[in-house]
């Protein structure tokens, strides 16, 4: 059986407002989380993907009211990350709504924390948030980072995803901080690299421009596309994703 390929529209929200940037700098404000999040339930998105991208740098917690009201608005599947360190974390965010739960900065710091959370809670709600960029420095040639892609690692990715993958995780948002905001497409030799290494679905995140970027993600092993700009401002929609994805022959999962 062929799973349909998820398209999903991302929020990365800092101080309660969605914003965008490039290379995750020079962010600007592109609107309200809970009406973008309604809009996109609306327009056929898969899921959502909910990103406080201050909360690890800024050491606060994600803002549960902000997930609270989104989840009380949308009937697909919501991912939420960003300052999550504890089970506790975990346990409130499913409890505010949330369907998973990513980990990012804390699952590098703490890797127990993965373990534990996969066998409190499931592994199919444990999503591993890497964002990594190309690296002399690791075998691979890609270095994951934290703090929203403010603090290197010295990590390999591959090696990482590997190891994140044999402790429980069930999904990876695996973002490419060269790429991400550029709008000059996903990173495809990142996501074949990652493929070959887990079996677990694999969301790709990072340079979508135009509708063209989507299927080479996904011929390249994504299970699941993300954008957040692109879809924001209203240069793409989720039906022309889906609809150029169908045309490829590839299967989609129908609106509504």
């Given amino acids: 059986m062929t799973l349909a390929v998820r398209v999903i529209p991302c929020l990365d ?3 309660g407002r969605v914003v965008k940037g490039v290379n995750f700098e ?3 404000d592109a609107g309200d989380p809970v009406a973008l999040a309604r809009f996109y339930d609306a327009e056929g998105a898969d899921e959502l993907v909910f990103l406080d991208i201050t909360a690890s740098s800024g050491d606060r917690e994600t803002t549960y009211d902000v997930v609270r009201r989104t989840a009380d608005e949308v009937f697909i599947p919501l991912t939420v990350g960003g300052g999550v360190r504890s089970p506790d974390d975990f346990d409130r965010l499913l409890r505010a709504g949330a369907d998973k739960v990513s980990l990012s900065t804390a699952a590098v710091r703490t890797p127990d924390l993965i373990d534990e959370a996969a066998r409190l809670f499931g592994s199919q709600c444990v999503v591993l948030s890497v964002d990594t960029r190309r690296s002399t420095r690791t075998p691979s040639g890609f270095e994951v980072t934290t703090h929203g892609g403010r603090e290197d ?7 990482w995803v590997r190891e994140a993958t044999d402790r429980g995780v069930g999904e990876i948002l695996l973002n490419s901080m060269d790429a991400d905001g550029t709008r000059s497409g996903f990173d495809l030799d990142l996501i074949a690299r990652v493929r070959e290494t887990v079996d677990v679905p694999i969301i ?3 340079g979508a ?3 063209e970027h989507f299927v080479p ?3 390249a092993g994504a299970d699941a596309v993300l954008a957040a700009s692109i879809f924001h401002f209203g ?3 989720i039906a022309e994703v889906k609809r150029t994805i169908a045309d490829a022959g590839l299967t989609v999962r129908p609106r509504g």
């Fill in 204 to 206: 790709a995140s990072g």
């Fill in 26 to 28: 020079g962010l600007r």
């Fill in 13 to 15: 929200v800092d101080a």
């Fill in 209 to 211: 421009g135009g509708v």
């Fill in 217 to 219: 993600a996904v011929l």
């Fill in 235 to 237: 240069d793409v929609s």
């Fill in 153 to 159: 690692t010295d990590r390999d990715t591959i090696a």
